[in-house]
T-cell receptor, first 112, second 112 residues
Framework: RKEVEQDPGPFNVPEGATVAFNCTYS??????FFWYRQDCRKEPKLLMS???SGNEDGRFTAQLNRASQYISLLIRDSKLSDSATYLC?????????????FGGGTRVLVKP | ETGVTQSPTHLIKTRGQQVTLRCSSQ?????VSWYQQALGQGPQFIFQ???????GRGNFPPRFSGLQFPNYSSELNVNALELDDSALYLC???????????FGSGTRLTVV
């Protein structure tokens, strides 16, 4: 089982619609959580951190469920520019020290 | 404020050769980590350095090694290159891990 798992998609989303997707993680000792956005052939860029109480940044809402070990991202009023791969990232301490683990990414395509 | 810079941007090497990739951390960041991203996959954690000491390592063989310097810049060295080492190598830095990492634009390594 992968440490961080995501549905690879693609999620085909009409412009203006809402899309949501999850990520599950296996290490219950994980300490911090993030969503990154990666455009084709570019580096990942931090979208938002994910807090236990849930947090919102404009059209983006992130939730963390520690009991079930999953993280979610919801995008409201999708824009064409939201088309990208969204990477779930978990930061925790393992046997080899601190470790940042990425999921494989969820591809989102927003269409007119 | 300068971001994370990596050099070179592209590199072609022959199987069996050695390569050194370089990274300059964002100003004020004392933690740097390296990732390997194969096409269509999420980044895979190689290792992390904090104040010149390795404090985390992923599942990569010893021929992947690194250094962090007093100015927090960093190197990734790969010996005995294999064809499967062809990938995008990303460097990321942070001042506080709970606040996320800033990525450089990567070095695209091709091994032939």
């Amino acid at each position: 089982r992968k440490e961080v798992e995501q549905d690879p998609g693609p999620f085909n989303v009409p412009e203006g619609a809402t899309v949501a997707f999850n990520c599950t993680y296996s290490n219950s000792a994980s300490q911090s959580f993030f969503w990154y956005r990666q455009d084709c052939r570019k580096e990942p860029k931090l979208l938002m951190s994910v807090y236990s109480s849930g947090n919102e940044d404009g059209r983006f809402t992130a939730q963390l469920n520690r009991a079930s070990q999953y993280i979610s991202l919801l995008i409201r009023d999708s824009k064409l520019s939201d088309s990208a791969t969204y990477l779930c990232v978990v930061n925790g301490e393992g046997a080899a020290g601190n470790k940042l683990t990425f999921g494989g990414g969820t591809r989102v395509l927003v269409k007119p | 404020e300068t971001g994370v810079t990596q050099s070179p941007t592209h590199l072609i090497k022959t199987r069996g050769q050695q390569v050194t990739l370089r990274c300059s951390s964002q100003s004020g960041h004392n933690t740097v980590s390296w990732y390997q991203q194969a096409l269509g996959q999420g980044p895979q954690f190689i290792f992390q350095y904090y104040r010149e000491e390795e404090n985390g390592r992923g599942n990569f063989p010893p021929r992947f090694s690194g250094l962090q310097f007093p100015n927090y810049s960093s190197e990734l060295n790969v010996n005995a290159l294999e064809l499967d080492d062809s990938a995008l190598y990303l460097c990321a830095s942070t001042g506080q891990q709970n606040y996320g990492y800033t990525f450089g634009s990567g070095t695209r390594l091709t091994v032939v």
